[in-house]
């Protein structure tokens, strides 16, 4: 079973902020949340990880609920070059590759 | 430092062949992890290797299978390809330790004909 939910596809102008929302109802305590993207026909390519706090770096940043129940991913000024479906997933310390599962993810599309 | 590399980008193979897929994880990891995509699929896990011993395995027929050498590098082998093997297979490589991340290759595009 998919342990995230996220919206099927989005569009959003060329150097405005991208806001892209994932939802993990069930994740445990100990799972953190990864995003990762994927241009078309490359490798997926990490983006951010965080357990509780929201987290930055020179890519995005990474809000995640009080609850963590939910978080979103910004990418503060969105580029052509952002077009690409966003995975996220949640992985424990201790989870092996086998058990995380990548759903369909958000195919995000930057319009010019 | 070097990513993930992944050999060969693209091949066509005809079915019933075999197929050979490289992958040399970034310098220190020890964890490999196979995966295959396709559209109706998705990142579907084939297998994890952590210093030479395969770790997990997912659902696939044994036609699949995978090794990984002392220096970490990796190989996995598809025997007797059918036309539903077509798709992307991607590596990814982490470091030891729970909250790593893993790096992916840039995949190998297999084309069974």
């Known amino acids: 079973d998919a342990k995230t939910t996220q919206p099927t596809s989005m569009d959003c102008a060329e150097g405005r902020a991208a806001n892209l929302p994932c939802n993990h109802s069930t994740i445990s305590g100990n799972e953190y949340v990864y995003w990762y993207r994927q241009i078309h026909s490359q490798g997926p390519q990490y983006i951010i990880h965080?357990?509780?706090n929201n987290e930055t770096n020179e890519m995005a940043s990474l809000i995640i609920t009080e609850d963590r129940k939910s978080s979103t991913l910004i990418l503060p000024h969105a580029t052509l070059r952002d077009t690409a479906v966003y995975y996220c997933?949640?992985?424990?310390?201790?989870?092996?590759?086998?058990?995380?599962?990548f759903g369909p993810g958000t195919s995000l599309s930057v319009i010019p | 430092k070097a990513g993930v590399t992944q050999t060969p980008r693209y091949l066509i193979k005809t079915r019933g062949q075999q197929v050979t897929l490289s992958c040399s994880p970034i310098s220190g990891h020890r964890s490999v992890s196979w995966y295959q995509q396709t559209p109706g699929q998705g990142l579907q896990f084939l297998f994890e290797?952590?210093?030479?011993?395969?770790?997990n395995k997912g659902n696939f027929p044994g036609r699949f299978s995978g090794r990984q050498f002392s220096n970490s590098r990796s190989e996995m082998n598809v025997s007797t390809l059918e036309l539903g093997d077509s798709a992307l297979y991607l590596c990814?490589?982490?470091?030891?330790?729970?909250?790593?991340?893993?790096?992916f290759g840039q995949g190998t595009r297999l084309t069974v004909v």
């Open positions: 990814a490589s982490s470091g030891t330790g729970g909250n790593t991340e893993a790096f």
């Open positions: 965080g357990l509780k």
């Open positions: 997933i949640v992985r424990g310390l201790k989870t092996s590759y086998d058990k995380v599962i």
């Open positions: 290797y952590f210093s030479e011993t395969q770790r």
